[in-house]
């Protein structure tokens, strides 16, 4: 499978050891790592020693946090003590509870709007914030999911990181619970058989917490300014053998692994491992994008996250998420090393995905999934993650089960030799690989979309055009770009620029809000700056709502255009730097 790769690439295969990583795996995950605890603490100290084992310099500091954990949960139905888990995010209950009227609603739907004020709705699925504000819209007093075969601890706030003063009123305002299938089924029949009153409770223990960062660099030789930021948690739901071991042993050992090949990286290399993942809905990553913004904006050339890799049984890896302008690497090494064809997902706002707003490039999230199937224990992990052949991380994906056991060595080894291959392609390659070009053949299609969903309410003409001009630059500087070799500053000169359009283009493409602010966890639209178009489209034309919804579109249009005219800027002297050192060598 490795005939296309170079002689260091397949020295670099040979270093990663199997062993060496459900070693690191089983340190990593051998206490419940909850966020701020002492326990986690532990973990972080072990990663910090290990990092500084392979010769890295570390630095391991604490900030402040908005950290919530779960405490206990109850469920009185009838004669039954349902058990039950709560939520991180989610209020607690006074200490008579709440008592109301269970309405089982089966499968959530949009067409609910509106419920007795006292009722405690009952929807099957793993517990979502976006079902929960829409029930919460409707009126209910407190929500209960029925998870599946397990309960699945998650996190109910759409905020994102720790909550600002202009967010905090985004949290959730109502209690939520899960139950598992067969306590569902005891639910369902009392209510089918009259009960018409359930009791419930819950403690969640939320407040500012002191949480870690540790980070630590490799630095290359010919950019070392410029780094690669690669990162993980290390806070966990249970044990979290998966959820996160597997991908905090995956990054000590490519640590390891590139602290050996030093000699052949062009850039530096920033490791980072998180606090504030599961129980702060990624305040970790949030409150380094605040700190060092700058920094990030002005030399990160590319940002790799990983979660729950080297999950037993899981052979599909066509699906992870990746921009555009990072697919081509996925593509040779997935194909190279697992030998299938990606076709990557666009990312939604989760995974700690926050540098969108400096403009850093994105690639993976996880790496291996469960191949859908018929599997009962599945079913709803599938409906949370649900792809065209994946179906995410396993049945034991946040639950108790999520233990050594379910990592597979060899499976563990393939997803890291991946990460391992297409992050060192980054920190080795002369030009950054990024695909200016396929990021605005996709900005193309989706105006050529928004156009057509406008109609004639607002033109997307200029858009378009700027669009058309970019599109043109770019397949010209790619057309150069491989006719030619580089000296080392012209180089420099190439990925100076390359950056630059993509500070440009991400945040167009990527990010709703002002760039120093952050979208809510979410799925998003793209371009969501443009997001206001399918609210145009549904009013009623000339109606006073659609002239709000126009001049504030038109706004927007203005920002997204602003930022086209400032990427094909930054495409032309692209262009220029090639066209100038066209034919020149090391």
Known sequence: MTEQLSSIEKELLQEIN????????????????????????????????????????????????????????????????????????????QKEGIVGTPVYLGEFSNDTHSVEKASILIVEGIASPFILKELEKAGAAAVIFINGPLTHEMIVSTVWGSPSETNIDQMPKIPVISINDADGLKLRQLIESGMNQVELHTSVETKWTPIPTLTAEIKGSIEPDHFVLFSGHIDSWHYGAMDNGSANATMLEVARVLSKSQTHLKRSIRFAFWSGHSHGRYAGSQAYADQHWEDIHENCVMYFYIDSVGGKGASILSESNCMAETKDIATHYVKQVAGQDFIGSRYGKYADQSFWGAGVPSLFMGMSEQELSDDPKSQKVFKVFRGKKAGGFGWWWHTIEDTIDKIDPAVLKRDCEIYALSIFKVLSASILPINQLAAAIELKQIIMDYQEVAGNRISLDVTMERLNKLEKVLAEFQFLKEKGSYTIESSKQVNKHLLAVSRSLIPLNYVGVDRFEHDEAAGMLPIPMLSSIYKLSGVEENSHQFYLLRTSTKRQINKVNYLLKQAILDSEKLLSVVKERSGEHV
Do not use: W
């Open 18 to 93: 199997a062993n060496k990583l459900i070693e690191f795996n089983k340190e990593m995950a051998k206490e419940v790592r909850l966020s701020g605890s002492e326990e986690e603490l532990r973990a972080f100290q072990y990663a910090k020693k290990t990092l500084e084992s392979f010769g890295l310099d570390t630095i391991l500091s604490f900030h402040d946090a908005y950290i919530s954990l779960p405490k206990e949960a109850q469920l009185i139905a009838g004669d039954l003590d349902i058990p039950c888990i709560t939520h991180a995010m989610a209020p607690s209950t």
